[in-house]
């Protein structure tokens, strides 16, 4: 085996990778809209030999990338999406680009590119016959808001392979050893009367007044829902002008739980709360699921594969100028004041998947996680104290903090499917074992 040539081959060809991520970096687009970067990424893999097919389920933005034949097939999971109200110069202090513009307040700039990055030294490795199989690369659209893997699921993309590898940008370099949460996405529409709110208020039925009394309902559920659960919502349709009685008013939720069979039955009492709120006012309730995501199923003995390779992987070093822009963007942080240690972690850590913990967020890597074998790690792209979603992520995803710990994960995802590439300890066998233990019997069956 010959690994330490993956290492080199990133390590020499860090620039390449480095603009790419800066080049989506400067053209955010919000999800499904994504032109930019996926034709970005598909040009770069077309060109580096591999075949391409796109679109994938009815999505414009998405596609697959793939590379030699045969078994075992060995897929990496990458996005592009930004977020909306986002923008940010890479500054430590906030500076909007495009006011009210997008940005990559969530790292998919280096989430997406760290994939390209890996495949294409795994396919270097069996150009020169270290390694025979098939890998390939998904193009992901519309993570953020969490459906574009299950339109992908839904059509069958994933089915054939024998485990998929996939990362976090964040703020440690570590497995994702909890699960994260499923998730559903759905919007209620209310139809009431219009009527002139002060000459005949009698005549009508408030449409707003509805999505206020659901809220208000939803908001009692909270006190009677499983610890971990979380209740969003934005009221996105809340009339035209006080002195008309809104004839339609709109309200979109998420819901989060530990399981998807618990947002199941917490859907079930939000629908129930919103054809009550229709009853008191005497108005008509409709609804409809954006997304449905699964929680993830955290794989053991690919994390613990992905660990071990992240270890051999040249470790993070930072340059004076990059320890004062933590620094400096600390500043706007809880932790403010911490040592440069402590702001900049290059340790990495493990832990073993534990059943009853969860991460209080979700991503749509659920639904490839109960398909088949998927690992995830993260590495450390930000200063500690930096959340996701905020100007402080994106200005760091635009920075060398971000791009170091994008080759970091590059490396790690290719020397781990290298490894089940050549199903070393038959660790293909490991992996499928514990996705058949921790499904329990359940069927993959999209929410959406």
């Known amino acids: 085996m010959n690994k330490a040539a993956i290492i080199e081959w990133i390590e020499q060809h860090k620039q390449t990778f480095t603009a790419m991520a800066q080049d989506i970096w400067d053209h955010p687009q919000i999800a499904y809209e994504e032109q930019y970067a996926s034709e970005r990424q598909r040009t770069a893999l077309k060109e580096g030999g591999f075949r391409i097919t796109h679109p994938v389920g009815d999505i414009d933005t998405a596609f697959i990338a793939e590379y030699g034949q045969g078994k075992p097939v060995i897929g990496i999971l990458g996005e592009f999406d930004a977020l909306p109200g986002l923008s940010q110069k ?60 299950t339109y992908m699921a839904k059509a069958g993309v994933f089915d054939d392979l024998d485990s998929a590898l996939t990362w976090h940008p964040m703020t440690s370099n570590a497995v994702m050893y909890k699960r994260m949460q499923s998730m559903v996405s759905i919007k209620f529409y209310f139809t009431g009367k219009p009527a002139h709110a002060a000459a005949s208020p009698e005549a009508g039925r408030s449409a707003l007044d509805s999505v206020e009394l659901m809220n208000i309902g939803a908001n009692y559920l909270r006190e009677h829902v499983p610890d971990g659960t979380r209740i969003h919502y934005t009221i996105t349709d809340g ?66 594969l992905m660990y071990k390779n992240m270890q051999e992987s040249n470790p993070l070093t930072y340059t004076d100028e990059e320890e004062a822009f933590a620094q400096q963007l600390a500043q706007s942080l809880p932790t403010s004041g911490k040592t440069m240690e402590e702001l900049l972690p290059t ?17 749509d890597v659920g639904d490839v996680s109960w398909v088949v074998p998927t690992g995830m790690v993260s590495t450390a792209c930000a200063p500690v104290g930096t959340a996701l979603h905020s100007w402080q992520a994106t200005a760091s995803f635009g920075t060398q903090l971000g791009y170091k710990g994008m080759h970091l994960a590059a490396s790690t995802m290719a020397l781990s499917a290298y490894d089940l590439l050549l199903n070393k300890d038959n660790i293909l066998e490991q992996a499928k074992e514990t996705f058949d233990h921790l499904r329990g019997g359940k069927v993959y069956e999209p929410g959406i």
């Open 239 to 304: 009339g035209r002008a006080p002195n008309i009685v809104p004839e339609t008013a709109s309200v979109w939720y998420f819901l989060r739980a530990r399981s998807k069979e618990e947002v199941e039955e917490i859907l079930l009492r939000l629908k129930n709360i919103a054809k009550g709120a229709a009853l008191m006012n005497e108005t008509d309730v409709e609804s409809e699921i954006l997304a449905f995501a699964y929680d993830t199923l955290p794989n053991d003995p690919l994390n613990e």
């Open 90 to 149: 890479n500054s430590p202090v906030k500076e909007e680009i495009v006011k009210n513009g997008p940005g990559h307040g969530c790292g998919h700039n280096l989430l997406g590119t760290a994939g390209v990055e890996a495949v294409m030294a795994v396919k270097e490795m069996m150009d020169r016959g270290e390694v025979e199989g098939t890998i390939r690369y998904y193009g992901c659209p519309a993570e953020e808001v969490l459906s574009g893997k």
């Open 347 to 363: 340790a990495v850590t493990f832990a073993p998947y534990q059943a009853d913990a969860s991460i209080p967020g979700s991503t």
